[in-house]
């Protein structure tokens, strides 16, 4: 039986911004994700936001469950290179309650689709924390392979993390977007 998505992706909206500044005020999201934790405002959030809208280089959406349409986290595919037919994506899922129940898979897999059929990609990677696990391991279910390690890429709380290089190619994607129900 083929799954079923139970997200939709969807273009950000001028009052994501406030969940925005909530998820990146904890550190238990921020720092997973962005190596840090900052004191920021909603208006810096707002700005950021403002940014990744009309950045012509990336693609930034929503994770929004499609039972309720509630705003969960965020997907980016970014720096995409048009010439070399690549980019480097990102998520996240900022609501707790959320974590561990697939949803993420959901949104990478869409976006991934939209990366290799709609913008024509060859090639995404992302860098993973070595010791983030959960996120290597839906890395892999997406098609993403290892490619390397970046050795104490980032400072994070008083000391180095390794980061894990991993890419998939769109032939990889082909089999992981057959197990899933056309998109409607």
């Not at 693609?59 to 980016?76: H, N, P, R, W």
């Amino acid at each position: 039986m083929k799954k079923k998505f139970r997200v939709y992706l969807r273009s950000f909206e001028p009052g994501d911004h406030l969940l925005l500044h909530k998820w990146r005020s904890d550190p238990e999201i921020a720092i997973p994700f962005s190596a840090t934790m900052r004191f920021t405002s909603t208006l810096n959030e707002q700005k950021w936001l403002e940014d990744r809208v009309f950045d012509k280089n990336s693609v930034s959406c929503a994770i929004c469950l499609k039972e309720t349409d509630e705003f969960i986290g965020c997907i980016f595919i970014s720096k995409i290179d048009m010439l070399h037919k690549n980019g480097v994506a990102g998520w996240f899922v900022g609501e707790k309650k959320h974590w561990g129940k697939g949803y993420a898979t959901d949104a990478l897999v869409l976006m991934l689709r939209h990366a290799f059929y709609d913008k024509g990609l060859e090639r995404v990677w992302s860098g993973v924390f070595e010791d983030n696990m959960g996120s290597l391991k839906m890395a892999e279910k997406c098609g993403f392979k290892v490619e390397g390690l970046m050795r104490k890429a980032y400072y994070v709380d008083g000391s180095f993390k390794n980061s894990v290089v991993v890419g998939v190619l769109r032939e990889d994607f082909e089999a992981v977007l057959a197990d899933y129900e056309d998109i409607v």
